[in-house]
């Protein structure tokens, strides 16, 4: 009985696909069905909305039509209007709270949800609908047509979300708000603020000062992380900032008017050396020499995640008086975020300090733990019972999972998917966001174009992640999301170029019915979504318009094979020092390179211009990759 509904989804989504060859939209639509016609919005529009409720996102949309228009649209209630903004009298049960129907005709446009928040994603898909220059800060002059469409929309998951760590780098609140601006615009609904690390405190603790006063700064660094220099006897600490209690309200407002809920991480008992160097006492080893980390390399990392810290970074779970902070820290934090969820990181904790303090040997005693590694899980315990008694809900790394946690807590899967499928098997609601997928600190081309860093991850990888793996139950993946590290990332610009277009691709992922993934019709909306970026001035990366080059051995040979993540693209080489262009040779098949100090040079062209970047690779990096 469930293969006919399967099969008419899927005859569905061939026929949207077939009737949305002029409509670039990201995220897909559940449904679309494209008319003949248009509407052509002029000065004499109006927009109006049927509820109170809803004012506030007709005064928005007004905004944005009226900056690159210069029309001076106003926003009335009632229903005579021209573009009408409407909530549902009784629900439609098919959308749900987050979805919306959109028809536009000849006549207007009406939006129709049963909650605010569809009625702004309805919002967003009109403003994809109309032409480029709607992007522009300020008057263009265009003719604003809008294509004849009825939509039917509605999210695949609830969560929804992007993830900014503001410890490795500051940004301001006006570049976090920003960046929220740039995750409404693809209906994510969840902002993932990464407030807490080794290199930062940056939430202001009115009862623990010391946290911003000593932790929000460190010495000035620059360079890759992990290289950096360690700080200098008397060196001044000058690098960093923190957000305010009055900041974080703001920032919290202004994302609830765009339907997005802040989840804020406090990453604990690890990670947690800026709080040490504020309160040393926090520690094991109590030393009051411990420094908030400028990028240095206070870590020694083995592989399969095993490392050492040289440096104490971890909570003593021993320690009543870590409890007592921790509670203040949360009490504090919790009164300023009205979402259910407040994040505790839980994620690489080094022990080794705790299996060498006797506090710790005491309590392990005591609880009858053979294993350091299971104090872990005591110290979770104990954070849950401070969150649940201010009426939150814990969320943390999947290594929260390790030593037991309450079947209450919610699992955040970062290392690959085995723990959102163990935790899913436990009982426990996931957040699916793997290093794999959704790691957007990650190269995204070729590591000799892009600032290197340990890992790749290629948009069409970003686009092929299922967030429900198979043999689990999907009522208990609320969603996914992605994750923006920034070790590398000093500013919003960066943070945009190694968020675009993946956050594209995962807003698809996460919005838009398995079903309709299409990664052909995908790449054509986001060369689309390239020129929208570049009149709303925001950066991105092109490296999809790169050649993939890989290189192995074969008989002893050194052998090169090259590919692109887009059909219509054509690879030129050259192995003589020549500079490659469309009139060197063509990239058809394997290359067996002869032996020498051969450097391999490759571009890409479409339609017989260049269009990729320059790839430089010499024999001794081929090898390399070729594991040699």
């Not at 009985?1 to 990201?26: D, E, G, H, R, Y």
């Amino acid at each position: 009985m469930k293969f006919i509904p399967s099969l008419l989804l899927i005859l569905t989504m061939n026929l949207v696909q077939a009737q949305n060859k002029t409509l670039n939209l990201i995220p897909q639509p559940v449904e679309i069905k494209q008319n003949s016609g248009s509407f052509t919005l002029t000065e004499s529009a109006t927009v109006g909305f049927n509820k109170p409720e809803s004012r506030e996102i007709a005064l928005m949309l007004v905004q944005k039509l009226n900056t690159p228009t210069g029309f001076g649209i106003k926003a009335v209630q009632g229903n005579k209007t021209t573009i009408q903004l409407n909530l549902n009298a009784v629900p439609d049960q098919v959308l749900g709270k987050e979805g919306y129907t959109l028809v536009s005709t000849s006549k207007g446009i009406s939006i129709t949800a049963n909650q605010p928040a569809g009625l702004y994603y309805g919002m967003q898909t009109l403003i994809q609908l109309l032409p480029k220059e709607i992007e522009n800060k300020n008057v263009v002059k265009t003719k604003w047509t809008i294509p004849a469409v009825k939509i039917t929309d509605y999210p695949r998951f609830g969560w929804r979300g992007l993830m900014l760590d503001v410890s490795r780098h500051f940004f301001t609140k006006e570049d976090v708000k920003l960046y929220i601006d740039e995750m409404a615009r693809l209906k994510f609904n969840t902002f993932h603020w990464h407030l807490t690390d080794d290199e930062g405190w940056r939430i202001e603790i009115k009862s623990l000062p010391k946290l911003t006063e000593v932790g929000a700064w460190r010495v000035q660094r620059y360079g890759h992380f992990g290289d950096r220099d360690f700080p200098k006897p008397g060196e001044k600490a000058t690098d960093g900032g923190f957000y305010t209690q009055d900041d974080i309200r703001e920032v919290i407002k202004y994302a609830a008017e765009r339907n997005i809920t802040i989840v804020p991480e406090i990453d604990v008992p690890g990670h947690s050396m800026a709080a040490i160097a504020s309160y040393p006492e926090l520690s094991c080893k109590k030393d009051t020499n411990t420094f908030v980390s400028p990028g240095c390399g206070f870590s020694e990392w083995y592989g399969n995640n095993t490392f050492k810290m040289n440096v104490e970074n971890a909570l003593n779970p021993s320690d009543e008086n870590v409890y007592v902070f921790l509670d203040k820290v949360f009490t504090e934090v919790a009164a300023l975020f009205p979402g259910k969820y407040i994040h505790v990181g839980g994620d690489e904790c080094y022990k080794g300090y705790w299996a060498q303090d006797e506090g710790c040997q005491d309590l392990m005693k005591k609880l009858g733990i053979r294993h350091v590694e299971d104090l872990q899980g005591y110290f979770m315990n104990r954070v849950e019972e401070i969150l649940k008694a201010k009426g939150k809900k814990l969320i943390g790394w999947d290594e929260i999972l390790d030593g037991g946690i309450s079947p209450e807590a919610t699992v955040m899967s970062w290392r690959g998917i085995k723990g959102g499928i163990e935790a899913a098997r436990l009982g426990h609601d996931v957040v699916m966001t793997p290093t794999t997928f959704a790691y957007l600190d990650y190269t995204q081309g070729d590591r000799t174009v892009d600032p290197p860093i340990y890992a790749g991850l290629r948009l069409n990888k970003c686009y092929s992640f299922e967030p429900v793996p198979d043999g689990v139950d999907a009522k208990y993946i609320l969603g996914g999301q992605g994750n923006l590290w920034t070790e590398q990332v000093a500013t919003l610009r960066y943070a945009q170029y190694m968020t675009f277009p993946r956050a594209w691709a995962l807003a698809e992922v996460y919005w838009s019915p398995k079903e309709s993934k299409n990664w052909n019709n995908f790449t054509k909306r986001v060369e689309n979504q390239f020129e929208r970026s570049d009149v709303a001035e925001i950066n991105y990366s092109k490296a999809i318009y790169d050649a993939i080059v890989k290189a192995g051995l074969k008989d002893g040979k050194l052998t090169v094979t090259m590919e692109s993540e887009l059909p219509d693209l054509e690879i030129y080489y050259t192995i003589d020092d020549a500079m490659p262009d469309k009139f060197t040779a063509k990239y058809t098949q394997p290359i067996e390179l002869p032996y020498g100090p051969i450097t391999l040079r490759v571009i890409t062209y479409r339609d017989g211009k260049p269009i990729g970047h320059l790839i430089t690779l010499k024999r001794e990096e081929l090898e390399r990759r070729a594991g040699n």
